[in-house]
């Protein structure tokens, strides 16, 4: 790869990065010099620079580097870079290419084993990366897609768990001494927080996992820092939410429950632990009365003596930790049962109340109101961000998905004061215009659960602060397989059209639709609303000359039997399609979900791709917005395709 790609995906006037007029370095010997960069772009993820030929050969791995041989990570081949790079930190100007801030982590000299199209192996010699590492190139069609895996044993090296339960206390009266450390107790959930890869994953103590959007900038915030720790989550885990951090149970390859608590609390202080929904519990060694009456005046319910030099027990109850109730422990909040605390917010967002929650919209899954709401609220961050100024067309199936739906538009005659509408075009409706509603905050994502608007249809083009239709921002490439073709085919036609679209410079995000199919979306700029269209026309219809036997660009159903269609008709302005994260009217409650390049290679089978409301808030923990790049890049200006493309 030559450093054209890369000056044309940065301006010089706007970014810090280097971009050096001559091209690479020529026949100068390689140096064996690496760099990885910690790149908390909009998603986090860590840059690994190899000197090759004069660039740095580069791949972004999500997850930063492997700790031991089981463990396989995503890596994705980018652009090559130019030397100057080994040297370059600084904070990439929002709006350019890989936008935000980016640290070095480490450098160093590296030893090549193999360099192949293939496989790449090479020893880094690092302060912190420092072993055999093998990059595989996991997708024969496309050059971006690879693995990383970590070839040798790293002495001494304890394997972070999966999960884990957390150590409990005794309850008795409060222990007096030098030995005892005394931590306040807040009442909320006890909870175990693992962090790798710059990603968070939060247990109860049964080892069921939850999901908290407050807390994802956790694992941001540590970085490469592989951790798990102890906590107290107090609040609604999907609303105003603070975890309290009592413990370390496991840092960096070192287990840490054979150390005595004294010394687990003083790595604890060395971390970077406070942020704005999380922080160190507070504790007093050789405290007293003192402090069980300064908890109480604050109306929290409890006291944790524990002895200095007392291990960490995982699920287990012993004496080296006990639990003092305060004066305060009968009318706390943490003393109060969980169905009493969801009798008074479980249905309820803001102004927005669910009716009849218990009311079965799933038959087949028993997936109640109820379970749709928490849905929502699970992944209400996160998808309201794909809604903001998209009208909204919502399909509704008010006695269940078993029975008949409707589609409705305008909702100007049953919308509360509160949700936003805008006033669209109808060309071929009922009426000239509608008020659809615009969906912008969870709130509204709760009013539309309570209509059992299961579906929401969005368009490619937004509206302005005052209504106005804007051009485009999206392409889509809607993949639906005919009679005898499945999603698997739709895969196999996606990495044909990604890999067509890479001819043009242009990079596109994959989704399920929920139901059969698969989508690829683009974010674009536009002058005029028809050329999304018309590109989008002239992709298709060239994959369809060049692979008749799987491809069609025709809409007639009669011709598409074990073929897949690439719908292109769906960026014209009046039509829409599924939104990110929605919920879809099927027998079971599926969802249109964003995946990797990586899952979309690895299809084999059609169940494969097919993803639950139980399976989303799993997959945001560990992935985040995958479609992130669809709001936060530099947005693609769509080349002018002439004749035959």
Not at 155 to 175: E, K, Y
Not at 613 to 634: G, V
Request: with cysteine; proline share 9%; net charge neutral.
């Amino acid at each position: 790869m030559a450093l054209e790609e890369y000056r044309r995906k940065r301006d010089p006037r706007r970014t810090p990065e280097p971009i050096p007029v001559d091209g690479p370095a020529g026949d100068a010997p390689d140096q064996q010099r690496f760099v990885i960069q910690e790149h908390h772009a909009s998603q986090l993820h860590w840059d690994v620079r190899l000197e090759r030929d004069g660039v740095l050969a580069s791949w972004a791995v999500p997850k930063g580097l492997p700790t031991d041989p089981d463990t396989i990570r995503l890596a994705v081949r980018t652009e090559d870079h130019p030397l100057e790079y080994l040297e370059f930190s600084g904070e990439i100007p929002r709006g350019e290419y890989g936008a935000g801030r980016m640290t070095i982590w480490d450098a160093g000299r590296y030893d090549t084993e193999k360099w192949s199209d293939r496989e790449v192996a090479v020893v880094l010699h690092g302060d912190r990366a420092s072993g055999r590492y093998v990059f595989i190139r996991s997708d024969r069609e496309r050059r971006d897609g690879w693995i990383l895996r970590r070839s040798d044993p790293v002495p001494g090296h304890d394997p972070l768990p999966r999960d884990l339960a957390p150590m409990l206390p005794s309850p008795g009266p409060l222990p007096r001494g030098e030995a005892w450390w005394l931590q306040i107790g807040f009442g909320g959930r006890r909870v175990i927080v693992r962090i790798d890869g710059g990603r968070s994953r939060i247990t109860d103590a049964e080892c069921a996992e939850l999901t908290v959007p407050a807390l994802r900038e956790l694992g941001r915030s540590l970085g490469a820092t592989q951790v798990m720790l102890d906590a107290e989550l107090v609040g609604d885990p999907w609303g105003r939410v603070r975890l309290w951090i009592g413990d370390l149970v496991h840092l960096d390859g070192r287990d840490c429950t054979p150390l005595p608590f004294a010394e687990r609390r003083a790595l604890l202080e060395e971390l970077p632990l406070t942020g704005p929904h999380w922080r160190l519990s507070p504790v007093y060694p050789g405290g007293g009365p003192e402090v069980l009456d300064a908890a109480a005046e604050q109306n929290l319910p409890e006291v944790i003596a524990k002895r200095a030099d007392s291990p960490y027990v995982p699920g287990r109850r012993t004496s080296d930790w006990v639990a003092v109730a305060t004066s305060a422990a009968p009318r706390s909040q943490g003393q109060t049962s969980r169905a009493a605390r969801a009798s008074e917010t479980g249905h309820r967002i803001g102004r927005a109340r669910l009716t009849n929650p218990a009311k079965v919209l799933y038959p087949l899954t028993g997936t109640t109101k109820a379970d749709v709401l928490a849905y929502y609220r699970a992944v209400g961050e996160v998808m309201v961000r794909h809604l903001r100024g998209r009208p909204v067309t919502m399909v509704r199936w008010p006695d269940g998905v078993e029975k008949p739906s409707f589609f409705e538009k305008d909702v100007s005659r049953h919308a509360p004061q509160w949700i936003r509408t805008v006033r669209v075009g109808t060309p071929g409706g009922r009426s000239e215009n509608a008020d659809f509603p615009l969906i912008e905050d969870v709130e509204g994502l709760a009013w539309a659960a309570n209509l059992a608007a299961l579906e929401l249809h969005v368009p490619q083009w937004r509206v302005g602060p005052r209504g106005g239709r804007q051009t485009p921002d999206l392409v889509v490439f809607d993949l639906d397989p005919g009679e005898g073709a499945t999603v698997v085919d739709c895969c196999r036609v996606a990495e044909h059209l990604a890999a067509a679209l890479d001819e043009h410079g242009l990079v596109a995000y994959p989704r399920t639709s929920g139901g059969k199919g698969l989508q690829l979306y683009l974010p674009v700029t536009v002058s005029r609303a028809e050329r999304t269209s018309e590109f989008a026309r002239a992709i298709a219809e060239r994959l369809a000359r060049d692979w008749p036997q799987k491809v069609i660009a025709v809409m007639a159903k009669a011709r598409r039997r074990g073929k897949v269609f690439i719908d292109w008709s769906q960026n014209n302005p009046a039509k829409t399609t599924i939104a990110s994260y929605s919920l879809r009217g099927r027998a079971r409650p599926t969802v249109a979900t964003p995946v990797t390049w990586a899952e979309v290679g690895a299809c084999r089978t059609p169940d494969d791709l097919v993803f639950t409301l139980e399976d989303l808030p799993h997959r945001l923990a560990e992935h985040e917005d995958l479609l992130a790049p669809l709001l936060f890049t530099d947005r693609q200006r769509l080349p002018r395709l002439s004749g035959r493309v």
